[in-house]
Antibody
Framework: QVHLQESGPGLVKPSQTLSLTCTVSGGSISSGSNYWSWIRQPAGKALEWIGRIHTSGSTKYNSSLQSRVSLSIDTSKNQFSLNLNSVTAADTAVYFC?????????????WGQGTLVSVSS | DIEMTQSPSSLSASVGDTVAITCRASQSITTYLNWYQQKPGKAPKLVIYAASSLQSGVPSRFSGSGSGRDFTLTISNLQPEDFATYHCQQSYRTASITFGQGTRLE
């Protein structure tokens, strides 16, 4: 049973960079037909997909965030990471990492518990 | 982006009831539609994938139907643990994944 766990600062100042890491356990990040995604949810609002990365290094980002976001992956540590720069209060949200399975039609079949990141001075 | 619209936004029901939640896409997504259950303070959990396939470990009282633009999640014989928020998500346009706004079942 794969397990995902987000880690990183819970408070980021405006204009700075939000950095989070997701550690995958219970399975290799390189196995299967999987991509690794970040999804966020502002309080009381809808889920918003941020982007995905494959172990090949291939990435795809939400066009609304593309200019500010980058994902990276470290297969030796079974981790992938999110950097979101020039943050504002609008980036305050619970951030989830998730496994996107492409074995059939794509779906997010495993999620981290989520971590709240607040943007405030 | 493909816009996903759920209805209703909230739904009141009782244990033992059968409820239906609908999701409409702004364009055809064939069967690239997933449903998630989310409880307060928790991560979403995949319930239905590919519009009608039951995720492993999910009770058979959950079912999904639809194709094209219109989809339905049906929960039969509601149990106390089913009261949660349900989200639909399209994976047709993999470069721009989008979710519905959620339906709160209370």
């Amino acid at each position: 049973q794969v397990h995902l766990q987000e880690s990183g600062p819970g408070l980021v100042k405006p204009s700075q960079t939000l950095s989070l890491t997701c550690t995958v356990s219970g399975g290799s990040i390189s196995s299967g037909s999987n991509y690794w995604s970040w999804i966020r949810q502002p309080a009381g609002k809808a889920l918003e997909w941020i982007g995905r990365i494959h172990t090949s290094g291939s990435t795809k980002y939400n066009s609304s965030l593309q200019s500010r976001v980058s994902l990276s992956i470290d297969t030796s540590k079974n981790q992938f990471s999110l950097n979101l720069n020039s943050v504002t209060a609008a980036d305050t949200a619970v951030y989830f990492c998730a496994r996107e399975s492409w074995e059939w039609l794509p779906s997010f079949d495993a999620w981290g518990q989520g971590t709240l990141v607040s943007v405030s001075s | 982006d493909i816009e996903m619209t759920q209805s209703p936004s909230s739904l009141s029901a009782s244990v033992g009831d059968t409820v239906a939640i609908t999701c409409r896409a702004s364009q055809s997504i064939t069967t690239y539609l997933n449903w998630y259950q989310q409880k307060p303070g928790k991560a979403p959990k995949l319930v239905i994938y590919a519009a009608s396939s039951l995720q492993s470990g999910v009770p058979s009282r959950f079912s999904g139907s639809g194709s094209g633009r219109d989809f339905t999640l049906t929960i039969s014989n509601l149990q106390p643990e089913d009261f949660a928020t349900y989200h639909c998500q399209q994976s047709y346009r993999t470069a721009s994944i989008t979710f519905g706004q959620g339906t709160r079942l209370e």
